[in-house]
């Protein structure tokens, strides 16, 4: 409760947000660097680079759009609590769990319901565009 208390306002959240940031930079520096993995990593991204559907315009567009997506994931994430606090003080941990669900469901039942009819009925192009 104590933790909870001090996150109630949206300064507080995102000073412990960029503090973490900070931390697991730091972290991250001093591992000792694996050579090994480094050129495992660099030959991974290259590869990827490489591709023809990569360097498309279209690969260009999914990936820059994939970028943006996560990007935009974790901004939300990061002040989806204290947001929720805000505007329902009553909104509890019960809440939050039934709300994520019904997230979760809905993304589950168009993946597993819409998304495959309309991919027989559009063309690919058709539905890039449309996402």
Same mark, same amino acid.
């Given at each position: ?5 001090? #996150? ?22 001093? +591992? ?14 290259? &590869? ?24 935009? $994931? ?10 929720? &606090?805000?505007?329902?003080?009553? $909104? ?6 039934? $709300?994520?669900?019904?997230?979760? +469901? ?13 991919? &027989?009925? #559009?063309?690919?192009?058709? +539905?890039?565009?449309?996402?």
């Amino acid at each position: 409760l104590g933790v909870a208390a001090a #996150l109630d306002t949206p300064r507080s959240v995102a000073a412990v947000s960029c503090l973490g940031t900070v931390v697991s930079l730091a972290l991250t520096l001093a +591992l000792p660097p694996s050579g090994q993995l480094q050129r495992r990593q660099a030959d991974s991204f290259r &590869k990827l680079a490489s591709l023809p559907s990569a360097r498309s315009p279209a690969g260009k567009l999914l990936i820059a759009v994939r970028a943006s997506m996560a990007l935009a $994931f974790h901004i939300f994430a990061t002040i989806w609590q204290t947001s929720l &606090k805000a505007r329902f003080p009553d $909104f509890a941990a019960p809440d939050h769990a039934r $709300f994520m669900t019904f997230i979760g +469901l809905g993304y589950a039942l168009s993946q597993g319901t819409l998304a495959q009819p309309l991919l &027989k009925r #559009l063309s690919q192009p058709t +539905l890039l565009i449309a996402c």
